[in-house]
């Protein structure tokens, strides 16, 4: 049952004086040193038994690191991503289970753990404190997580603020709500994930309570830059009390879309620590810091619990942590961390999927190129900190592979190229998905596909009654080779067992510049999410210097000096993509302001025309009635294109951010009004 909560005036954390938070110190006892960590964990979703033997892993890691108090991230028992599945009674019961299996392995040291719970009909968000070999509580999010990829709110109930119940577990019952929890010298409490991130955080609540340290266990997807963002809630949090902050996320691509880049940090008035690298191909990574705590006083707290646990002191003042890598700082960090963020979903896709490596239709052109790039730079990144070794144990539950000797030798087991021709590809798009293919040290194949286009249009120009021409029949012949491309890199494979990889970018899906069953075919669709602007800047880099600690990829030579085209109409056409639809700097400005920002054509016109300097108003207006007609009438084919990754707060994708209808009036009237 719920208790009301205490009836207190709500402040902000900077509406707090300074000597709040001294008058809870009780200088007569001295300050103790414990070591507080944030660990990262890569888990998957429903993987009860896997995540709760990872996390036993770190727990026995940190203990024999000396530490006390270790945060892990939300959700991390069950997985962030199950979906529907907190709604199932039966999962969250045997989750329940799991839970008192890692209680046994607590002994020593306290650890927060994420899990969904079930009180009455409702289902929480919550994170329960172990101690001691013991579940002390556990406490529920009070902020659900709901725009863009986050539904929370469709499975979780928000905790009421200031309230605590009892949750029956096996046999005895334990506290839950809003908790903090009696730890010696240290009083816990927590914000989970989007408490941290609303105007009306708890934090301010929790320091009024006593708090000294607050553990915020978080599931937070990666986007662009999202990591500066989180370090300034940190620091905003601490710069003005007496109260040090842990924060743990998740790592990987657990279910799906969600990439989570595995931030960690320790932090107080005076401390900093950050984890010494994102994107790890690791299982886990720990974090962990020496600080000093000085006992509080106590004041009355319905939800205060007392968990008889003190937190062993320190023995030593050595730290588990690493240098902050180079790529961070180097003014490149966009290029770096999609980069990396890429590479490390493709890998944890491919062995969740598992899928023996992934197929590639290498067109000769920037997207494909793109994409190959990217699986090499996985295997790289991969092999340089888990080495081939640990690669092939990673794989070795459903790839028949040996070890491989070699980086060379594992992307020629691992990525398949293929370059199809019809008689409208030219020799500069063969040779430069050669040298791809060879740069990336993929197993290539080059087929001439001529013959069944052709065959394709004889049978149906015989059922018609009529020959089929450019000028009548334009959009027909151009998507007939595409679509006649798509069951032989199909055939690859499901001969390799391996993932096909579709090679559309988001500019191409929000004009709807791509083949359904053509060159959108594929199980996963890895650049779906990135504009085609910074695509084409991103290859140029990696031409000429690429990520740290791998170099620059110089065979893109081919690819970038290239116009980008499809390459479906004859050569005399001179076809581009940017012929076809608009230049893509103007495309992607017209999809942020009409997607993101969500403007009406006549409130862009202005803005463009402001942007770029020189563009006449007719040619403008050309272009918004161009982009918002296309946008409209192919919405239908986004809600078809292959899963992809979330990288920014500009995703098309209608399962998990930018919902539109599949038939609408298209902005018709705002269009006439240009």
């Given at each position: 049952?719920?208790?009301?909560?205490?009836?207190?005036?709500?402040?902000?954390?900077?509406?707090?004086?300074?000597?709040?938070?001294?008058?809870?110190?009780?200088?007569?006892?001295?300050?103790?040193?414990?070591?507080?960590?944030?660990?990262?964990?890569?888990?998957?979703?429903?993987?009860?038994?896997?995540?709760?033997?990872?996390?036993?892993?770190?727990?026995?890691?940190?203990?024999?690191?000396?530490?006390?108090?270790?945060?892990?991230?939300?959700?991390?028992?069950?997985?962030?991503?199950?979906?529907?599945?907190?709604?199932?009674?039966?999962?969250?019961?045997?989750?329940?289970?799991?839970?008192?299996?890692?209680?046994?392995?607590?002994?020593?040291?306290?650890?927060?753990?994420?899990?969904?719970?079930?009180?009455?009909?409702?289902?929480?968000?919550?994170?329960?404190?172990?101690?001691?070999?013991?579940?002390?509580?556990?406490?529920?999010?009070?902020?659900?997580?709901?725009?863009?990829?986050?539904?929370?709110?469709?499975?979780?109930?928000?905790?009421?603020?200031?309230?605590?119940?009892?949750?029956?577990?096996?046999?005895?019952?334990?506290?839950?709500?809003?908790?903090?929890?009696?730890?010696?010298?240290?009083?816990?409490?927590?914000?989970?994930?989007?408490?941290?991130?609303?105007?009306?955080?708890?934090?301010?609540?929790?320091?009024?309570?006593?708090?000294?340290?607050?553990?915020?266990?978080?599931?937070?997807?990666?986007?662009?830059?999202?990591?500066?963002?989180?370090?300034?809630?940190?620091k905003d949090a601490v710069s003005r009390q007496s109260v040090a902050y842990v924060y743990a996320n998740l790592l990987g691509n657990e279910a799906g879309r969600a990439i989570y880049d595995g931030d960690a940090y320790i932090a107080n008035q005076v401390e900093w620590v950050e984890s010494g690298g994102r994107f790890s191909f690791g299982e886990s990574g720990l974090t962990n810091k020496t600080l000093l705590f000085q006992p509080t006083q106590m004041p009355e707290d319905p939800g205060r619990v007392a968990t008889g646990f003190t937190p062993?002191?320190?023995?030593?003042?050595?730290?588990?942590?690493?240098?902050?890598?180079?790529?961070?700082?180097?003014?490149?960090?966009?290029?770096?961390?999609?980069?990396?963020?890429?590479?490390?979903?493709?890998?944890?896709?491919?062995?969740?999927?598992?899928?023996?490596?992934?197929?590639?239709?290498?067109?000769?052109?920037?997207?494909?190129?793109?994409?190959?790039?990217?699986?090499?730079?996985?295997?790289?990144?991969?092999?340089?900190?888990?080495?081939?070794?640990?690669?092939?144990?990673?794989?070795?539950?459903?790839?028949?592979?040996?070890?491989?000797?070699?980086?060379?030798?594992?992307?020629?087991?691992?990525?398949?190229?293929?370059?199809?021709?019809?008689?409208?590809?030219?020799?500069?798009?063969?040779?430069?998905?050669?040298?791809?293919?060879?740069?990336?040290?993929?197993?290539?194949?080059?087929?001439?596909?001529?013959?069944?286009?052709?065959?394709?249009?004889?049978?149906?120009?015989?059922?018609?009654?009529?020959?089929?021409?450019?000028?009548?029949?334009?959009?027909?012949?151009?998507?007939?080779?595409?679509?006649?491309?798509?069951?032989?890199?199909?055939?690859?494979?499901?001969?390799?067992?391996?993932?096909?990889?579709?090679?559309?970018?988001?500019?191409?899906?929000?004009?709807?510049?791509?083949?359904?069953?053509?060159?959108?075919?594929?199980?996963?669709?890895?650049?779906?999410?990135?504009?085609?602007?910074?695509?084409?800047?991103?290859?140029?880099?990696?031409?000429?210097?690429?990520?740290?600690?791998?170099?620059?990829?110089?065979?893109?030579?081919?690819?970038?000096?290239?116009?980008?085209?499809?390459?479906?109409?004859?050569?005399?056409?001179?076809?581009?993509?940017?012929?076809?639809?608009?230049?893509?700097?103007?495309?992607?400005?017209?999809?942020?302001?009409?997607?993101?920002?969500?403007?009406?054509?006549?409130?862009?016109?202005?803005?463009?025309?402001?942007?770029?300097?020189?563009?006449?108003?007719?040619?403008?207006?050309?272009?918004?009635?161009?982009?918002?007609?296309?946008?409209?009438?192919?919405?239908?084919?986004?809600?078809?294109?292959?899963?992809?990754?979330?990288?920014?707060?500009?995703?098309?994708?209608?399962?998990?951010?930018?919902?539109?209808?599949?038939?609408?009036?298209?902005?018709?009237?705002?269009?006439?009004?240009?």
């Amino acid at each position: 049952m719920l208790l009301t909560r205490p009836d207190e005036t709500e402040k902000t954390i900077f509406q707090i004086l300074d000597q709040d938070a001294r008058s809870r110190q009780t200088m007569s006892q001295p300050a103790q040193s414990i070591r507080i960590a944030a660990g990262v964990l890569n888990q998957t979703a429903l993987d009860l038994s896997g995540n709760s033997t990872r996390i036993g892993q770190l727990i026995e890691r940190a203990r024999n690191q000396d530490v006390a108090v270790l945060c892990l991230p939300e959700l991390c028992l069950t997985g962030y991503g199950c979906e529907d599945m907190f709604l199932s009674g039966g999962f969250l019961d045997a989750a329940m289970e799991e839970l008192l299996r890692i209680e046994s392995g607590t002994n020593g040291i306290a650890v927060s753990v994420g899990i969904p719970f079930r009180l009455g009909e409702h289902v929480f968000n919550g994170v329960a404190l172990l101690a001691d070999g013991e579940l002390q509580g556990i406490v529920a999010k009070q902020n659900l997580a709901r725009d863009g990829l986050h539904y929370e709110p469709r499975w979780f109930t928000p905790w009421p603020e200031g309230r605590v119940g009892e949750l029956p577990v096996s046999g005895r019952s334990v506290p839950v709500g809003d908790l903090v929890f009696d730890l010696g010298p240290l009083r816990v409490g927590f914000e989970i994930c989007e408490d941290a991130w609303v105007d009306d955080r708890p934090l301010s609540r929790l320091l009024k309570r006593g708090t000294n340290l607050v553990l915020n266990p978080s599931a937070s997807h990666f986007a662009f830059g999202k990591n500066e963002v989180r370090k300034r809630l940190i620091k905003d949090a601490v710069s003005r009390q007496s109260v040090a902050y842990v924060y743990a996320n998740l790592l990987g691509n657990e279910a799906g879309r969600a990439i989570y880049d595995g931030d960690a940090y320790i932090a107080n008035q005076v401390e900093w620590v950050e984890s010494g690298g994102r994107f790890s191909f690791g299982e886990s990574g720990l974090t962990n810091k020496t600080l000093l705590f000085q006992p509080t006083q106590m004041p009355e707290d319905p939800g205060r619990v007392a968990t008889g646990f003190t937190p062993r002191q320190a023995s030593t003042s050595d730290e588990n942590t690493q240098a902050i890598p180079g790529w961070e700082t180097s003014g490149f960090k966009k290029e770096e961390e999609f980069s990396r963020a890429v590479a490390l979903g493709l890998f944890d896709y491919m062995r969740r999927s598992c899928s023996s490596g992934f197929v590639i239709s290498l067109s000769g052109g920037a997207d494909s190129a793109a994409v190959a790039c990217l699986c090499r730079l996985m295997f790289q990144f991969a092999v340089a900190e888990i080495g081939l070794d640990g690669i092939g144990q990673r794989l070795s539950s459903f790839n028949s592979m040996t070890v491989a000797e070699s980086v060379k030798e594992l992307c020629q087991r691992l990525i398949c190229t293929a370059y199809q021709s019809t008689e409208n590809s030219s020799q500069t798009t063969r040779d430069a998905a050669r040298a791809v293919a060879e740069g990336c040290e993929s197993t290539h194949h080059e087929l001439d596909i001529e013959f069944l286009v052709s065959g394709f249009r004889e049978q149906v120009a015989s059922a018609i009654g009529r020959e089929l021409t450019w000028e009548k029949d334009d959009i027909a012949l151009q998507n007939i080779q595409a679509r006649t491309r798509s069951p032989g890199i199909w055939m690859f494979a499901n001969l390799r067992n391996a993932l096909l990889l579709s090679t559309s970018n988001r500019s191409e899906a929000a004009v709807g510049y791509a083949t359904m069953d053509g060159d959108t075919s594929g199980g996963l669709a890895p650049i779906s999410g990135i504009d085609k602007a910074f695509l084409r800047h991103w290859l140029v880099w990696l031409e000429t210097r690429g990520p740290q600690g791998v170099g620059a990829f110089p065979f893109l030579e081919q690819v970038n000096q290239q116009q980008p085209t499809a390459e479906l109409r004859p050569a005399d056409k001179k076809q581009t993509d940017e012929e076809d639809l608009m230049p893509y700097p103007v495309l992607d400005f017209i999809e942020r302001a009409a997607v993101r920002d969500k403007l009406l054509p006549t409130e862009i016109l202005p803005l463009l025309t402001a942007e770029f300097d020189g563009v006449e108003r007719k040619q403008a207006v050309f272009w918004i009635r161009r982009f918002f007609r296309l946008w409209c009438r192919n919405q239908w084919k986004r809600e078809r294109y292959a899963p992809g990754f979330h990288l920014d707060d500009e995703s098309l994708d209608p399962k998990t951010w930018c919902r539109f209808p599949i038939l609408s009036g298209g902005f018709e009237d705002d269009l006439n009004a240009l």
